[in-house]
């Protein structure tokens, strides 16, 4: 195993300078699994210890996880091949420029504020989204946005005639045979996350739009454990050549900038790093509940972080200028 001493450093100084409570991490290389726990699953209303089993709110992994992934079964298939305009699939989206990869790299432009959003029915958010302006940033910038997936859930359900997140428990969760990743998970299992209205969230999703929109957000909403990503992450670098439901041809497309120059880079789905002495693409997403996921195929190593960084409070700046630093170290680490 490569010496990831700094990264797993700044990892634990998270809980012991109570950053979070606690975390479960793993490091990939190769065959070889260093995992760890350590730390509280919660500190309110009582302290409670973490369990290496435990499950997280995943929130925007969910987008690579089981959108992204529906649409690449279909890609595979020659069903989709995402110069689709969003108008062939939600006639009400009118503006026939937009394409599913520009969802899909976040470079649709669509963006605008809706008014008491987090109060709207399920009928009224998803309306709301769909009548979104194009802004004048479309196809010139790069801003990343749970809408393009959550519209790129909607695609999925015209497909499938089933909610995005009905079709990734068949077609992604069950056909990989995971046991410890869902949308519906045992409560008891769960990391408390936020205080929410006097309430610890706990098996609920964080994410107020996953909660109005429920098996329809393609954005957020996954749970799972340390163990099952592990089992997901070896089947993008290729340890595991057959867990992933489409061949390993199609996961090496993401490890790939699909952005044009002078826009940010960015994957199908994944946020893009570069190896700092080779300068290849490493794909990484994170989720705003504390999550991470970096994955260098090249090499066929990677790093999972799961934390409750909202646990009892959302308000934690300081969780996000470490978790760069955690990236930053394990890329470096990473190349020795």
């Not at 012991?16 to 919660?42: C, H, K, L, M, W």
Request: aromatic fraction near 8%; glycine fraction near 6%.
């Amino acid at each position: 195993m490569i010496d990831y001493s700094a990264t797993q450093n700044l990892i634990e100084s998270m809980v012991s300078d109570r950053v979070v409570p606690g975390v479960n991490y793993a490091f990939i290389n190769n065959e070889q699994i260093f995992t760890s726990t350590i730390g509280f699953a919660s500190i309110y209303p009582t302290v409670t210890q973490l369990s290496p089993f435990a499950e997280y709110d995943l929130a925007s992994l969910t987008k690579v996880l089981i959108t992204e992934n529906i649409l690449l079964k279909l890609y595979q298939k020659n069903e989709l091949n995402f110069s689709e305009p969003l108008h062939q699939f939600i006639p009400e989206f009118t503006d026939e420029r937009v394409r599913l990869f520009h969802l899909m790299t976040h470079t649709s432009g669509i963006r605008g504020w809706i008014k008491n959003r987090d109060e709207l029915s399920h009928d009224e958010l998803l309306d709301a989204i769909i009548h979104l302006p194009i802004t004048n940033e479309f196809e010139h910038k790069m801003r990343y946005a749970d809408t393009n997936f959550i519209l790129l859930g909607l695609v999925i359900k015209k497909i499938y005639s089933l909610p995005v997140q009905k079709v990734g428990q068949q077609e992604i969760i069950n056909s990989m045979g995971l046991k410890e990743t869902g949308f519906m998970p045992d409560k008891n299992l769960c990391v408390p996350t936020a205080l929410v209205k006097d309430k610890i969230l706990q098996g609920i999703p964080h994410d107020p739009k996953a909660r109005q929109l429920g098996q329809d957000c393609g954005s957020a909403g996954l749970f799972s454990t340390l163990n099952d990503l592990v089992k997901i992450c070896k089947g993008y670098l290729g340890i595991d050549r057959d867990i992933l439901p489409f061949s390993q041809d199609t996961v090496s497309l993401l490890f790939d900038n699909k952005n044009p120059n002078g826009i940010a880079p960015r994957s199908w789905g994944w946020d893009l790093r570069f190896d700092p002495q080779d300068n290849y693409p490493i794909i990484l997403h994170t989720g705003y509940t504390g999550t991470l996921i970096v994955l260098d195929r090249i090499k066929k190593s990677g790093l999972i972080l799961l934390t409750n960084r909202i646990h009892p409070t959302g308000h934690n700046q300081i969780f996000l200028a470490i978790r760069e630093k955690i990236i930053q170290n394990f890329l470096i680490e990473n190349d020795h």
